[in-house]
Nanobody, 121 residues
Framework: QVQLVESGGGLVQPGGSLRLSCAAS????????MGWYRQAPGKQRDLVAI???????SYVDAVKGRFTISTDNAKNTVYLQMNDLKPEDTAVYHC???????????????WGQGTQVTVSS
């Protein structure tokens, strides 16, 4: 099985920073991409940022210039550095990994359980 475990969420004041981490473990042959999504109460889960195994990163417009996604491929870990946080960034942040469990398995995505980020004064 594959497990994704997130950490680093919490309560922060507007303008503050947080760093989220997500470690993938278990049966993993290769990882194509890892990303972060967020879901605010009453809203759908939306993409925040994604990074490919080659290091190409993409961001939703709302976080460009404030958030940075990065990976430690040796540890199968993805990070999300969040700076200048705003109240509208409040959500549950979920990690996603697009990977292949074995050489013969199809590529599919796996999800973490989510970590709460609350931006409030």
């Amino acid at each position: 099985q594959v497990q994704l475990v997130e950490s680093g969420g919490g309560l922060v004041q507007p303008g503050g920073s947080l760093r989220l981490s997500c470690a993938a473990s278990g049966s993993i042959f290769s990882i194509n991409a890892m990303g972060w999504y967020r879901q605010a109460p009453g809203k759908q889960r939306d993409l925040v940022a994604i990074i490919t195994s080659g290091g190409s990163a993409s961001y939703v417009d709302a976080v460009k210039g404030r958030f940075t996604i990065s990976t430690d491929n040796a540890k199968n870990t993805v990070y999300l550095q969040m700076n200048d946080l705003k109240p509208e960034d409040t959500a549950v942040y979920h990690c996603q990994a697009v990977l292949r469990k074995t050489r013969l398995d199809p590529i599919r995505d796996y999800w973490g359980q989510g970590t709460q980020v609350t931006v409030s004064s």
